[in-house]
């Protein structure tokens, strides 16, 4: 999330210079200067990134991989700490007080740049200095050096970060992804334990808080239960309600399975890994039918690998990430004990049951109104039946919703068909179901 952060403020940087007109304008007004006003951006963004995100240490790896990402570059940790050290050989080491040349120029060259690219330096200052999960105060301090001297020469005026203390305490207040959970059908001992968790997470924070002794625990979980009983949704719920308690940064939900994880080729896999759970730090990494991972012990098959990646990433940042792995019922158990390391870290177990025929039927109903569809008495009857039937006839792996979405395409269709014997349809007729668009 941090690098796709950066390369939309790196974008649109540009964009300012370049589709603005500036870079071009900057030549023919200078056409002297060896560099054009894109490339003094350019380099002066490599000793500017350097320095907030390592101080005056070694580049790192973590460190090599955003600035390559983000400036497109294809450098290696040496190459970068020694085109450093030329620098300070050559006594012009970067000085966050010395202003950027492409931003006196561009002043210069069209009043009001400055306050036009600050945000975009500003996003893309944030995401570097939050690029490895954590955003020390070091860090902080690094990144208002290069910022403050701007602010204060262009005479900006922007929204500062509120203090901690008060993000944490509007967080806390925010209640609305817990409404949200609340206002989802059926799923009662789901959001049981969802609140048991949340209610156990802002008990150790406020002990911390506190400085009262915290017993290590693990926050990450495992959902089991057939699809479409809304697994996805809950945990992108998760997300939203631990970033409001103050459990995550960021609270943002990241997907994948066994093919975002699991490489074809030997040595793939680890970098597969990591590059997925770095775009998951500060939020939740989802994995559905995480026992896929785990399926073949052969030679040539990579998911023991990925599995032992990913448990080392855990532990690298337990405190920046949550894991939840997904999946029916019995595979995901022979999954759990397939690594001691995974019955260690997954301790938290939420089960979803199958729904009931009338939860279905809500949910039919739920996007009906959504569409903008109202039901006759016939068509809400005929549906009811139809929907009993398709639960009466569920199998050991039932569709749940996934089931209800096939129901209510099929209606769409038959009521497209209907329609279609007529020229133009009312908006009254468009929103309507008869009994004659159910399914029987």
Known sequence: MHLDQARTALGLLLDQLITGGL???????????????????????FPMLDYVMTGDRRVGRVQKQFINQVLINNLSIHDLNEADSRLRRNSIAFDPSVLPAFLLIGERLQPGFCEQVYPYLDTLIQAAIAWDGEKCLEDMDRAEQVLEPIRRHFKLTVVTEQTSDQVKQQS???????????????????????????????????RRENNLPVAPTSMHMVFTGNPGTGKTTVARLIADIYRDIGVLREGHLVETDRSGL???????????????????????????EAYSLVVNRDAEDYGYEAVDTLLKMMEDHRDDLVVIVAGYTTEMQQFIKANPGLQSRFTRYIHFDDYSAPELMKIFLRLCKRHELKLQTDALNSSARAIKAIWSRRSEH?????????FFEAVLQQHANRLSQIDKPSREQLCTLSQEDIPA
């Open 23 to 45: 870079d071009q304008h900057c030549a023919r007004a200078s056409p002297g200067l060896p560099h054009s006003l894109t490339l003094l951006t350019i380099g002066w963004l």
């Open 172 to 206: 806390r207040t925010t209640g609305a992804a817990m409404q949200e959970l609340d206002s989802l059908i059926g799923l009662e001992a789901v959001k049981r334990e969802v609140r048991n968790n949340c209610n156990f997470a802002r008990y150790m924070l406020n």
């Open 262 to 288: 699991v490489g074809k080729y030997v040595g793939q896999t680890p970098s597969q890994v990591r590059e997925v759970v770095e775009s998951a730090l500060g939020g939740v990494l989802f994995i559905d």
């Open 398 to 406: 039932f569709g749940n919703a996934r089931e209800v979405r096939t």
